[in-house]
């Protein structure tokens, strides 16, 4: 339920940079051509960026996306490997944490104040900053369910289950997971597999 979550907010993340990119290209044409300007197009891709950017950090831990160098761990026994693998994801899950917390003082801070972007849309900021700090709510959530069950695991001593989960995924994973992504049939708008 959480991946399929996930995924949607992607994907509408995905969208909304889509869109951002057609809006600055149209603004640059226009404003080159018949110098015309789009209002707020800087911003509005600003904020698509910020929002897509925080929902995708939640599937970059679902899917052990994060950039990390794997020159020690491979070299270290599993249960050593384990704790290294523990020890980022509470790293990262203190950076979270810390990313929402401020997002939160910052979002507060716009609702109580009526704050508005000084620009002509005059844009409430609350929806904006509303949308990142969910992406960042769920980013913590995600890193809590995970981190749940690598926790589990480490108590059954599931050293495999929990490189699984939050290990650095090898080449050859990544290159499995490349060829199922390509090998898996595209899905319509009523969810109907494409034929």
Same mark, same amino acid.
């Given at each position: 339920? %959480? !991946?399929?979550? &996930? /995924? $949607?907010?992607?994907?509408? =993340? =995905?969208?909304?940079?889509i869109a951002c990119a057609i809006l600055v290209t149209a603004d640059v044409f226009l404003r080159k051509l018949f110098g015309v300007v789009i209002p707020d197009a800087d911003? %509005?891709? $600003?904020? =698509?960026?910020? &929002?897509? $950017?925080?929902?995708a950090?939640? *599937?970059?831990?679902? /899917? !052990?996306?994060?950039? !990390? %160098?794997d020159l020690l761990t491979a070299a270290l026994p !599993?249960?050593?490997?384990?704790? @290294?693998d523990l020890l980022?994801? @509470?790293? +990262?899950a203190t950076f979270a944490a810390f990313m929402f917390e401020r997002g939160w003082a910052v979002l507060q801070e716009s609702w109580i104040h009526g704050s508005r972007s000084n620009t002509p849309m005059q844009i409430p900021q609350v929806v904006? *900053? =509303?949308?990142?700090?969910?992406? @960042? +709510?769920?980013?913590? &959530? $995600? &890193? %809590?369910?995970? @981190?749940?069950r690598s926790l589990r695991r480490l108590r059954h001593r599931d050293w495999q289950g929990i490189a699984d989960e939050i290990g650095i995924a090898s080449a050859s994973e990544e290159s499995a997971n490349e060829v199922k992504s390509l090998s898996t049939p595209a899905v319509d708008a009523e969810g109907d597999r494409a034929r």
């Open positions: 339920m %959480l !991946r399929k979550f &996930i /995924d $949607t907010g992607v994907m509408a =993340g =995905g969208y909304a940079l911003l %509005l891709s $600003t904020y =698509g960026f910020a &929002i897509a $950017t925080s929902w950090f939640s *599937q970059v831990v679902l /899917d !052990r996306a994060n950039v !990390r %160098l !599993r249960p050593a490997a384990a704790a @290294l980022a994801l @509470l790293t +990262l904006p *900053q =509303g949308l990142w700090v969910f992406g @960042l +709510l769920v980013l913590n &959530i $995600t &890193i %809590l369910v995970v @981190l749940v």
